[in-house]
């Protein structure tokens, strides 16, 4: 089975990239069809999911190892980013602090602020970072993100330092 998975390092990297693209799409599910407005930490640990998907696709799709080994160092520095900032919420969710200050509501900042103002702190997430709305086996959101992101760092740095092809 691990030879399967790191004797072909283009079928792994294509098999990071789908598992981001399938987290990013159940982040998806949860915010329109369920109703969980994200947080600003949710909305960075989604450029990083973007970015590990974007620089694991690209290196997948290339047969040249510098390329592949690239990409996955690319990926890493991405994971380990988004890895961080799930820590960092995890933690505000088991010791939030006395003032929340992690976003305001999106209607308040469009009646607050002028429009050009308004749209790039829309992006930003408006969601609470210390609330816990959602859970799997006992474990928030960040959590699994935090879990996700170390995995595919690991995977990724084993794919670095794996020899060349067989």
Not at 32 to 50: D, F, K, N, S, T
């Amino acid at each position: 089975m691990i030879d399967w998975y790191f004797g072909a390092p283009r079928r792994a990297l294509a098999l990071i990239c789908a598992a981001c693209i399938a987290m990013l799409a159940f982040g998806m599910y949860l915010q329109h069809v369920v109703g969980l407005e994200p947080c600003p930490m949710c909305i960075v640990q989604r450029y990083a999911l973007v970015l590990v998907a974007l620089f694991a696709g690209l290196a997948a799709a290339s047969r040249r190892r510098a390329l592949q080994v690239t990409g996955a160092l690319l990926g890493l520095i991405m994971a380990v980013g988004g890895a961080y900032t799930a820590a960092r919420q995890s933690w505000l969710q088991w010791h939030p602090p006395e003032v929340v200050s992690c976003g305001r509501d999106i209607y308040g900042m469009i009646e607050m602020f002028p429009l050009q103002r308004a749209v790039p702190m829309i992006f930003r997430g408006a969601g609470d970072c210390t609330k816990i709305d959602w859970t799997f086996l006992g474990l928030s959101i960040a959590n699994w993100s935090f879990i996700a992101f170390s995995v595919f760092a690991v995977l990724l740095l084993v794919l670095m330092f794996r020899r060349g092809n067989r």
